[in-house]
């Protein structure tokens, strides 16, 4: 659950640029002679300093409109020790499309401006810019890719557009400085691990239009204190929550049918739980070292408690169950419990 691709991701190999890239006025761009479009790609001895990339080139006397960031363009343009440090990137309004790990790596960028004209922010585009303490994401943004703020621990608030639909696998893992978050309604599904080790998140806001919140999804998010799930939400997947240790209260609604392994695993200040009527099956330590608790309540709804469901919570005086038959209880679901 906590392992991270963000050292994967920053050990890839960067591609060095194109054979047939040209050189304008410091920049590499990949030329397209039939649509007339270029594409900055990276430069082989890194890019340094502020730079700012002009919405169109000329070349042998065709002009160019630039496009697009290609796929590492800027991938770790820092090393100290080499006096090689991005500082700033100034990006045109002829750019629709940011390429993966474009910026990855960059630790010298500290903000980021998104122009209206960007659609589609590529896999782990801005990973490991762990000195990034803000970026602005316009509302012309439909596709964010996996991992693409992942590791940002800088980053103080990250503002979602209403036009993005998925909010993908690593998006937001191990950004320990955001501490608020506010889903939109445009986005239906929230990924694997997305804020994952948010460690100083606080709160966060998931519209109604979310159905699945994925493995994992805020797992480790120390500070989150309270969380509303809305009725649109269909299962709770498997350490979900686990190790959020100050979530105090919790209300599973009636959309839910399932509560995954481990969902609230380790969530020792957690004093309240609803479990809706819903809920059929409740997972294996769904609920383990959960020692704030003092009792709770099973609805007729439930079939199966897991294995080690309730253990280890410590405090756990009442167990009311609804049913009018016994759900199918392994031997330890109260294990350790008083």
């Excluded at 991938?75 to 002829?94: F, G, M, R």
């Excluded at 500290?110 to 490991?128: K, L, Q, R, Y």
Aim: charged share 10%; with cysteine.
């Amino acid at each position: 659950m906590k392992q991270t691709l963000l050292s994967l991701l920053l050990t890839i190999l960067p591609l060095a640029a194109s054979a047939d890239a040209v050189e304008i006025d410091g920049i590499y761009y990949n030329l397209i002679p039939k649509g007339k479009v270029a594409e900055v790609t990276s430069n082989p001895n890194k890019y340094s300093g502020a730079v700012e990339i002009p919405d169109t080139v000329t070349y042998n006397d065709v002009i160019y409109t630039v496009t697009s960031i290609g796929n590492r363009a800027f991938y770790e343009c820092y090393n100290y020790y080499d006096n090689i440090v991005l500082t700033s990137v100034t990006i045109p309004n002829s750019v629709t499309s940011i390429g993966e790990y474009a910026f990855s790596g960059c630790s010298g960028l500290t903000s980021m401006t998104i122009p209206n004209s960007v659609v589609t922010i590529g896999n782990g585009a801005f990973a490991g810019c762990n000195r990034m303490m803000s970026i602005v994401i316009p509302n012309s943004v439909t596709s964010i890719g996996y991992s693409a703020f992942q590791g940002c621990n800088s980053l103080a608030n990250a503002n979602i557009p209403n036009s993005v639909i998925s909010i993908e696998n690593w998006t937001f893992q191990g950004c320990s400085g955001l501490t608020s978050v506010i889903i939109p309604n445009s986005v239906i599904t929230i990924g694997k691990s997305a804020f994952e080790s948010c460690s100083c998140l606080t709160s966060i806001t998931i519209s109604e239009s979310v159905t699945r919140i994925d493995f994992s999804a805020f797992a480790d998010c120390h500070s989150l204190k309270d969380i509303t799930l809305p009725n649109s939400v269909k299962s709770i997947e498997e350490w979900t929550f686990a190790d959020c240790v100050n979530l105090q209260n919790i209300t599973i609604p009636n959309s839910v049918t399932s509560i995954g392994n481990y969902a609230f695993y380790g969530c020792s200040y957690l004093t309240s739980v609803t479990i809706s009527n819903s809920v059929t099956s409740i997972g294996s330590s769904a609920f383990y070292g959960c020692a704030g608790l003092t009792s709770v309540t099973i609805p007729n709804s439930v079939t199966d408690i897991g294995s080690s469901a309730f253990g280890g919570c410590a405090e756990l005086l009442d167990v009311y169950c609804l049913a009018e038959n016994v759900p199918d209880t392994y031997l330890d679901a109260f294990k350790d419990s008083y």
